[in-house]
């Protein structure tokens, strides 16, 4: 089972997301995006030069693909719509 939650800020992905980890006892992968953008000096993925935008999805994409290769169910409360 793998389920990835997509929507606005604010509007309970990650409570959610918790709620379906208590149910379904499986794992949750971190969404990893803050991180980076912290790492950038950088606080919000809309302000991001195009070259930095690029960088960030290449980033995300790696990062989503390796949760995905090495679990075979968890839940994600970002997605890569999200990130960007």
Not at 14 to 28: D, G, Q, R, S, V
Request: net charge negative.
């Amino acid at each position: 089972m793998r389920i990835g939650i997509s929507g606005g800020p604010g509007i309970g992905k990650t409570t959610l997301t918790l709620e379906l980890l208590k149910t379904f006892c499986i794992p949750m992968i971190p969404e990893g995006v803050r991180e980076w953008l912290k790492e950038q000096n950088f606080d919000n993925p809309h302000t991001l030069p195009l070259d930095k935008q690029i960088e960030l999805q290449a980033y995300y994409l790696k990062y989503k693909m390796y949760w995905e290769t090495h679990l075979p169910d968890f839940v994600s409360d970002r997605t890569v719509i999200d990130g960007i």
